[in-house]
Every structure is written in C-alpha cells, then in structure tokens.
C-alpha cells in the first residue's frame, strides 16, 4: 500500500474532516504526518444528505465495526433473551445492511433463536450486535460508537416485555412483541 491518504481503506480521511482534526491527525495505517495530512484536506465539506461512516470498536479494540448511517438513533429492546444478554434493555443502532467488520477472527455467535443470533469479542467479552440469520438487518451495541450519547433515543421494542423497575423520561416510539415479529414475518 502507498503513502496516500486517498487509498487509505480505514476511513482516517473521513473521520479526520468530521472531527475537524486534518492538523492534529494522522491515518493510522499510512503513518501519514499531520502536515502531510493538508494534502488531502478536501475543497468542500461533505454534503449534509450524504450517509455518514462511523465507527465503533470494542472495549479491548480488537473488533471494530465500521457502516454508513444518515441520521444514526439509539433504539432500545427489552425482550427477556436482550435483558438477559446485557443486564438491562440492550440500547443499538439499526441497521439493515451488513457493517463492516475488522478483527473478524474475534467475533463469536451465539443462536439466541431459530431467526437471529448475538454476537460478542472473544477477546474482551463486549457485546458486539444482534442480527438476523436471513437478511441483512443488525442491532449494533450502541455503547460501541463514541458519539452515541449524541444520538436521539427514538424507539422501544417489546416494550409490553419491559419490567417495573425502570422506565426512561425520553418519549419514544413503542411496540409490543408482537408488533416486532410481523414486521419481520
């Protein structure tokens, strides 16, 4: 691989013009020196409508996940197999199509069900996503993405499963189970 940002594969020129960073920065796989870094500094922003890359890793960073997300959300599930799986209502980001996945070699899966699984870092323990066995659809962690707690709270989900014991002050959308289960039927 070249000294050039422009081929860089890790997304560094993206994230280093939304943080405002191209002085500060460097890609981490080139090794590209702050100053080389105004190079590439791109003549215009990106545009408002364009899809965002972010990214999120796990807590000892040997998985990282990477997808495009216009407007991410926070959604939250309270089935009984998610609080059971994360000690509480599991907060993600939704997606519909397959992120991009590096340190794969540490991703585990457990088939939490005939539809979906769960999936978690060998190395750490962190839960990483639930998905779909069919289709593309995945309920990323949100605790994975810095900037989650700068995302709206928009949607509850099994919400007639939820305990007593807790309830948010955001108003949200909410639907039952079985609300959920015909929409993917």
């Not at 939304?18 to 215009?44: D, F, G, V, W």
């Not at 323990?125 to 989650?148: Q, V």
């Amino acid at each position: 691989m070249g000294n050039d940002l422009r081929s860089c594969d890790c997304f560094c020129r993206i994230e280093a013009w939304k943080a405002r960073k191209y002085i500060t920065s460097r890609c981490h796989k080139l090794m590209i020196q702050p100053l080389e870094l105004l190079n590439y500094l791109p003549i215009e922003a990106p545009m408002a409508n364009d899809k965002s890359m972010i990214h999120g890793n796990c807590l000892c960073g040997a998985v990282s996940i990477s997808l495009q997300q216009h407007k991410p959300s926070i959604s939250a599930c309270h089935c009984g197999i998610c609080r059971n799986w994360s000690g509480g209502p599991f907060l993600s980001l939704e997606s519909h199509e397959t992120p991009v996945i590096e340190g794969e070699e540490h991703v585990r899966s457990y088939a939490s069900s005939e539809w979906a699984e769960r999936s978690f870092c060998d190395v750490c323990g962190t839960h990483l996503f639930y998905k779909l066995k069919a289709g593309g659809f995945h309920a990323i962690s949100a605790g994975l993405f810095k900037d989650s707690g700068n995302w709206p709270f928009e949607l509850q989900v099994f919400i007639d499963d939820k305990p007593d014991n807790y309830t948010f002050a955001n108003k949200t959308r909410e639907m039952t189970g079985e609300e959920v289960v015909k929409l993917f039927s």
